[in-house]
């Protein structure tokens, strides 16, 4: 694929990934606002929040290349073309990608394709959703006794099938963060209940660190249940472990099971 129109004066082709964060247009960092503003292309994602084009120049060139299941224009090979394509022919191109570049985001394979064009690359990390957005509702991922690491999981690999990391990370005290998993939740719930953590605590968020932000928390054994009755969908992630109970929702549930076992 080669672009028709070229610039009258193309400077030196140039590719810059730029991690716009979980969301909320504030949380983009200031080197990546730096690259936004010198981008003669930007080429952006679903999850990225409109605001953010606001930082390129008016005559920027903005093209939206986000994916979809039923579009094989946005498929990875395609934008790895588009971003040569326009580096080639005008210069500055900046690769918008929401969180950071290089969690779950394809980023390597984007930058190694543009080097192998001798293409200038340069990388701008991103708060990843994974450990800000949980932070954001003051969920940490390391606390004292109740956990010392923790694990960032996908909730299906490429084949769409789950991850066969979860089985390892369910035998874990780690907290365990999933992305992606929102619709394979019983699944992903009954490895932990093979793991005999019934009662873990279990924090979903939807729309993280944005207006619509919504979170709900229970445990493993009713989390799915709960997805259901708040009608909780993409894109949402999952936090299971000790540290979830740290959140103000999660005391409602102590008091319920702690008065059970007085019973």
Do not use: C
Request: hydrophobic share 45%.
């Amino acid at each position: 694929m080669i672009l028709n129109k070229i610039k009258n004066s193309v400077l030196e082709p140039k590719i810059t990934l730029v991690g716009a964060g979980p969301g909320d247009p504030d949380l983009i960092s200031l080197k990546g606002v730096k690259a936004l503003n010198t981008a003669d292309v930007v080429l952006y994602d679903a999850l990225v929040n409109g605001a953010l084009l606001n930082h390129a120049p008016e005559n920027a060139i903005k093209i939206f290349v986000g994916k979809k299941s039923d579009d094989e224009s946005f498929s990875q090979d395609a934008v790895n073309k588009l971003m040569i394509d326009y580096a080639l022919n005008y210069g500055h191109v900046v690769r918008l990608k929401s969180g950071d570049p290089f969690v779950f985001a394809r980023g390597f394979e984007e930058v190694d394709f543009a080097e192998s064009y001798s293409i200038q690359t340069e990388i701008v990390p991103g708060i990843s959703s994974a450990t800000g957005v949980p932070g954001l509702q003051k969920i940490p991922m390391i606390y004292g006794d109740l956990s010392e690491s923790f694990w960032v999981l996908t909730g299906t690999n490429a084949k769409g099938e789950l991850s066969p990391d979860l089985y390892g990370a369910a035998k874990s005290n780690a907290t365990v963060v999933v992305m992606m998993g929102i619709e394979k939740i019983a699944e992903i719930a009954a490895i932990f209940q093979q793991e005999g953590k019934h009662r873990l605590p279990v924090a979903v968020i939807e729309n993280g660190s944005t207006a619509n932000e919504n979170i709900i928390v229970g445990i493993v054994d009713t989390i799915g249940e709960l997805i259901e009755d708040h009608h909780i969908s993409s894109p949402a992630l999952l936090v299971f472990g000790d540290v979830v109970s740290l959140h103000p929702s999660f005391s409602r549930i102590r008091d319920f099971y702690h008065i059970l076992s007085e019973e």
